[in-house]
């Protein structure tokens, strides 16, 4: 059963940092493209950003970029999210996703990924 955890978020003061991990069971990193996502309360759901562990490619949405870095640790079949320089608008529910890698980038694009664990809320306050 393929499963993915998400944790690590919480509440920091504007400027501050966290880490989020997304726990994977079930299949392997090398075979799938991970994203993270996040939606905040009254807003629509946002692609922050996605790895291809396997090829060791990575995009980031433009607000976070220089911010935020993902990595993977496929001894661990764990895909982190460090986030640094936090503002108050990243508040949100962060989820973490999985969609083949055969099917590409579309299914990050387009949100319409094969798997999606639960989310984990990050609060920035100002």
């Known amino acids: 059963e393929v499963q993915l955890q998400a944790s690590g978020g919480g509440l920091v003061q504007a400027g501050g940092s966290l880490r989020l991990s997304c726990v994977i069971s079930?299949?392997?990193?090398?075979?799938?493209?991970i994203g993270w996502f996040r939606q905040a309360t009254g807003k629509e759901r946002e692609g922050v950003s996605c790895i291809a562990s396997s090829a060791d490619v990575t995009y980031y949405e433009e607000s976070v970029k220089g911010r935020f870095t993902i990595s993977s640790d496929i001894a661990k079949n764990t895909v982190y999210l460090q986030m640094n320089s936090l503002k108050p608008e990243d508040t949100a529910v962060y989820y973490c996703a999985a969609v083949r890698l055969d099917r590409g980038w579309v299914g990050f694009f387009r949100h319409d990924m094969d798997s999606w664990g639960k989310g984990t809320q990050v609060t920035v306050s100002s």
């Open positions: 079930g299949f392997t990193l090398d075979d799938y493209i």
